[in-house]
């Protein structure tokens, strides 16, 4: 209890034993042979650098808001036992156990939104976007925001970057059993996804960059792409309203509000040209947010969506701008992280 619980409050006040921390990460990753003797000794040679320490604080913070979503689910399980006495006790504990397994599945959770806020506030406090900027995206969502900010390291610290998002990886699957074991060769992949892999689309970036230097920056296609994809939701509405006598919301046509930003986030990045990749995925996000506000703005004057006040609207619309946005984000990043053959590799 004192390790799950103090010691990430510990961590966050405590710079000494912050430093400690990582160095015995590093001495750990020397043993098991995942980091090499002169990487270790370029660790150890910047961890007293302020951003080091503001990284490790970050880290200390996600670390205890670990068990945020256990506690979340768990708790409405036993809310929802309890309220209703009525039940069959069966039935009502696998309700229960459904709700804890359905946190368990669901991409962005208490503990991801959490995670995601404290981001963001920091990027408020500091007037900051610069060094949160990926790490604001990938906080939110569950499993891969523990690595948000070891990929965020990534422009300052490549070697310290690689090595804590292999580290966590690896450590993460000793979970899995494998023939009774702790799954050597299973860590040996995870390791190779998040170390070496890296490593080779870091240089298909770089190439990608070169070619993009010669091209000029554009933007205006993310407003077209933002109206296109606002009528094909106003079109599908219509198709289903026609076909159904039901106006849509998310519970029915949940896929292609993921699916739509996602699309268009690829297709934005790669129409931005010679823009820097921050650039891209910053319009690839506006567009998200573009396309969602015109939907909205425009469904609702024609009466597509009538809500009782102006504070469930207001969260409708709020709801559809983060998921855009985050989608939209997403699919630009993909863009940028992916491997072509054109790219002479």
Not at 36 to 45: F, G, L, Y
Request: proline fraction near 4%; hydrophobic fraction near 50%.
């Amino acid at each position: 209890m004192a390790f799950i619980f103090l010691r990430p409050v510990r961590l966050y006040f405590n710079p000494e034993l912050r430093e400690e921390w990582l160095s015995d990460m590093v001495e750990h990753g020397k043993k098991k042979r995942i980091i090499s003797t002169s990487d270790a000794e370029e660790i150890i040679k910047t961890i007293k650098e302020p951003f080091i320490q503001k990284y490790l604080k970050s880290l200390a913070v996600h670390i205890c808001l670990m068990p945020t979503t256990h506690v979340v689910a768990t708790a409405l399980a036993i809310y929802f036992i309890w309220t209703h006495p009525e039940m069959p006790r069966a039935q009502a504990w696998a309700i229960g156990f459904g709700i804890i397994a359905f946190f368990q599945l669901i991409p962005i959770s208490p503990g991801s939104l959490a995670r995601g806020l404290y981001v963001l506030f920091l990027v408020i406090k500091e007037r900051n976007f610069k060094d949160y900027s990926i790490a604001l995206f990938l906080a939110f969502f569950k499993y891969v925001g523990y690595l948000a900010f070891p990929i965020q390291m990534t422009y300052r610290y490549p070697t310290l970057a690689r090595f804590m998002a292999g580290h966590w990886a690896t450590e993460s699957v000793h979970v899995v059993p494998v023939f009774g074991e702790s799954g050597a060769l299973l860590e040996h992949g995870v390791f190779c996804l998040f170390y070496n892999w890296p490593l080779t689309i870091r240089r298909h970036m770089d190439l990608r960059a070169h070619k993009r230097s010669l091209m000029r920056p554009r933007y205006w296609h993310a407003a077209a792409l933002a109206i296109g994809a606002a009528g094909i939701l106003l079109g599908t509405d219509m198709i289903y309203l026609k076909y159904t006598g039901v106006i849509p919301d998310l519970r029915h046509i949940w896929w292609l509000m993921a699916a739509l930003p996602l699309i268009g986030g690829v297709m934005v990045s790669k129409g931005c040209g010679g823009a820097l990749m921050m650039k891209r995925i910053a319009t690839a996000a506006a567009f998200g947010i573009f396309a969602s506000l015109i939907y909205m703005i425009i469904a609702t004057s024609i009466g597509f969506h009538n809500y009782a006040n102006i504070f469930r609207l207001g969260m409708a619309c709020l709801w559809r701008l983060f998921v855009f946005g985050i989608f939209a984000s997403i699919g630009a990043m993909i863009m940028e992280f992916k491997l072509e053959k054109s790219d002479g590799y």
